[in-house]
């Protein structure tokens, strides 16, 4: 056991976790006022700026959840490990990688000046805008329903209930979202789409629209924790590899240009996106059974109150406080 | 343990794993004729392009070694790691992540366009050319020998002796790398440097030419993987939070512009250099006692024939078959 | 007059003249081949090659024509410095150039970076794509067609004809432009469009597909020599101010990438479209009599082999050898 | 004669000219507190602010100067042009085009990132510091004042005296400018450089500290308008192709990145410095006797306030009124 850690093997250790996060959700609230809520798409400026909450599955279930717990969100960049995570089940992961590099960018999500500035033959990564354009475009299905129809059969299966998109958010993505439109329009003619633009931008749109709360993202997190295997049902959901794949990009691109901080900072692969939500996960690295909770568990953070990089505020700091204090960090 | 992951735990493990790794060395030998020796420094254009040889050491002291491991070269960008962790010791990890950030570029190592175009406030990580030759400004120091003495006492109690420089190297890359020298003005220019920059250019040039083998980097390794702990001597030689952010920064920045793709296919923290040596290194995750091997083990490696992004062709394919078979990646 | 200059003024000069031409015409038919047709608009590769053609048209009404003279073209990008005139007669200068810069950019004319890359405020110069959109958004009108109505006009008042649209080329362009789709979506979302996108596309592609003949471009451009004044009815037919920003504009940025080599070994306002049209012309000058023809003339250029930087590569170099020989040069 | 321009062709014009430039001298003047003295260069901040000052020489020798006209000061940028002129009169006009381009870059004077961006294989153009710098290792010579004793042969010859270095502002370049120290080693490295580095970077310094007034301009300006020839002595100083490559850069880059507004609004070439000069002409381009003075005439500005660009701020809305009332405009 690393020296300092929380002891905990005590059968007060779940009330003690409780409290523990209670204290920490209420200390990190007032550094909601540090940031704003994103207004590039109108609908998410109508979100609560105080809002922080937090739940952290365990592998055998456990579940420690606290603040604005059950305040619904749109998934938005999250989606964009989970597209990735469907498009390599459905072609293949060389299919995938052939058409969209997992290379770090320094560059900001919605950048379409390295597209043209190094003259790349793929779009630097699946997480940042131009590269999840690409995999939506891979997608199998003649319409963005049909796209996405894989990818809601993944999410019920880790699940348990089938999420459903929030119209409002979706329309409001699509009417106003020009830069994506910009970066769709650029990454057709450079031939890197491999279905119908508006097709692949509907399927983006969509995606990014899905609502989820954060019980869903500490449970999704768990799974890839445990790399696709769901500990509850002992059935491999993701491939391994896949899982694997995904999570290392969590690590290196996940939270936009502030990826390489938070990679230093707190250690753990996580992806977050403009509503607010944050996904984040301990990958599974003991077998004994020292630690039976924070190993291999997932967690979901919302707060969305966003600082510069579009990483929410508080959620980064409850993060980082927790990956510390408990040594989730994989390094 | 890993379902179908060797079984490290038979008295003849280690027989098994020296004819494991000579096969493999044997067989990745050959791709060394994919790439080329390094030609920017003209004395590194010397080393035998064929040469491939790898030294692994457990925490428990073993080491398997194979292939061609007695030649010495220079230690070149590996040594960014080194010197990132000694300015931390010197000065502070706050003091040194003020002046120079921790995200990834997804720039070549020597661009200076970067700095320029994104009008930085910092160089983007240690890892690349123009990070480190601000971390060297940082090291303590009145002349470029008195500002590597903490690096080579660090280095000397690592390895239980004092490594040397190579002084060709060193007057080679002095007297040749003018790029070096220009983006060294152009931190100057910018008030990046707390230095002298030709006490700084000095120290940065000697540095490189540090004279290892394959051993020395598995031994180093072998520590980071341990968060600065020597397992030997039960002594912390570098401090758990500085050891964990080197690693973390191997991770996103240690292979150049492959670092995604070397995280995403091999998953644990690496550092090339351009004379053909790679550190790498699987942090210390389970404390039971079934792998007692590879847990918390580092890897020296040493291929001379070079990829297009710099780092040793050979050495890369033989770290992630190996990676993949022993389960090594952290995520 | 000039040393060794031709002595024009003997009463066979235009025979001579057109002897001259003609011998040029053939002389750098040949270099046709030294180039390409272009190849991103579908319909514009079915052009021949082969074709150059030249007119020249004097502020007396003097017109030497030869070679391909009566092969119809659309106009492409020559069309931006006749839609940032019309924008300037209808919104007023000082209107137009607070939302379009007339900065050379020394980026392809199909850039999108520079936009994001210096995060300007406005685009580089009317004669890039990203500008000339913004000028297509400025033209008064509620449709495409009315936004061109003025455009047309000014064309039927300069030409005694109204052109018309080549239909085939305008669909082709439409359908396949992305480019120039993820340019406007960009510029949309920054905010610099005055316009619906979708309208000032359509008419950006209408009035690249402007069929004219080298006659038209001659004419046009004599108009443009004598600062917007038609000798002929003696009416201005562009303001003088406008006529002369739109000329410093061809000089600096007329020729794509190549603005400053046409600059500096030809010497005269010249636009050039990617059809192989070129508009050029020499401003008025003098105002004696020694040079009645070339003193304040326009030339139009037809040559559909390109260049790299999208020039009729034959075209550019006719020109070239003229204005050198008649000393045509305004330095 | 154009509409609505100043009746030159009286006995008074002098005194009226005078009249007039002394009036709009004053005005101007209070445009000075607009903008700032250069700081880059430490001495240079010893300018006063308040100065302005204009000289113009007229073909026939006329010379009509108001304001601060007695201030020496250092030529700094403006003398780009003159060791470009030197090296193609050195070497040939091919020899130095094939080393550096003529293209504007739409970037600021000291950029670096544009020569590793675009991967040129030679520096944009000769009035930017890597291009400037690359023409100074052109010229001849074993040391600096060897480089630059073609240059100081060739102001002498124009100017009838021959000028000194402000060895403070030497020196304070030397030991300040960075900037230029890296790009130096850039172009370096690239192999862009045809002499030692320091050699060649010692003779840019001292070029630009050339110590000038208003009236070593004029005159100079004078001669490039006549393409190179002195009409006092009726002899060709500079070789007339020179020349006129030289004002076709000075109007398509002379003003760093405000060079398409100058040419815009002002429309004549023209090259400025960081100490505040500026250096204008009117090509002779008229050989009627109706603009005895302003046709072919030169120009020298000096006002140290400077605006973002660098250029002198009150200097530039000077010429443009002056140029717009008198015409000057080439267009």
Chains 1, 2, 3, 4 share one sequence.
Not at 278 to 296: H, K, Q, S, W
């Amino acid at each position: 056991m690393v020296q300092g850690a929380t002891n905990w093997n005590t059968e007060t250790t779940e009330e003690w976790l409780q409290q523990y996060i209670d204290d920490w959700v209420a200390f990190y609230r007032k550094h909601t006022s540090d940031g704003e809520v994103a207004s590039y798409i109108p609908v998410l400026q109508e979100a609560n700026a105080d809002h922080l909450g937090i739940s952290i599955v365990g592998k055998n279930g456990t579940n420690i959840r606290s603040g604005d717990v059950d305040v619904p969100f749109t998934i938005q960049s999250i989606s964009k490990v989970l597209s990735f995570i469907v498009a390599c089940m459905e072609r293949g992961i060389g299919y995938v990688l052939d058409r969209v590099d997992v290379e770090p960018t320094g560059e900001a999500f919605n950048s379409i000046m390295h597209l043209e500035m190094k003259q790349l033959k793929k779009p630097f990564n699946p997480l940042v805008n131009a590269g999840a354009i690409t995999v939506a475009s891979m997608l199998e299905g003649k319409s963005s329903d049909q796209k996405l129809e894989s990818l809601f059969n993944l999410l019920e299966k880790m699940l348990g209930y089938r999420p459903h998109l929030d119209i409002d958010v979706y329309e409001s993505e699509r009417d106003t979202s020009m830069r994506n439109r910009a970066i769709g329009y650029y990454l057709l003619e450079m031939g890197y789409l491999e279905d119908d633009l508006n097709i692949t931008l509907e399927a983006y749109f969509k995606q990014c629209s899905i609502e989820v709360t954060i019980d869903d993202l500490a449970r999704i997190g768990m799974i890839l924790a445990n790399d696709g295997f769901d500990p509850s049902t002992e059935e491999e959901i993701i491939p391994r590899q896949v899982a694997r794949l995904a999570k290392a990009l969590m690590l290196t691109c996940g939270m936009y240009d502030a990826s390489g901080k938070f990679a230093a900072y707190v250690g753990i692969p996580a992806k977050s996106g403009v509503a607010g939500g944050i996904i984040a996960l301990a990958p599974a690295r003991v077998r004994d059974e020292e630690l039976p909770f924070i190993d291999g568990c997932g967690i979901g953070v919302y707060g969305p109150a966003l600082d510069k990089q579009g990483n929410s505020i508080a959620g980064i700091r409850l993060l980082r406080h927790i990956a510390n204090k408990w040594d989730l960090s994989i390094f």
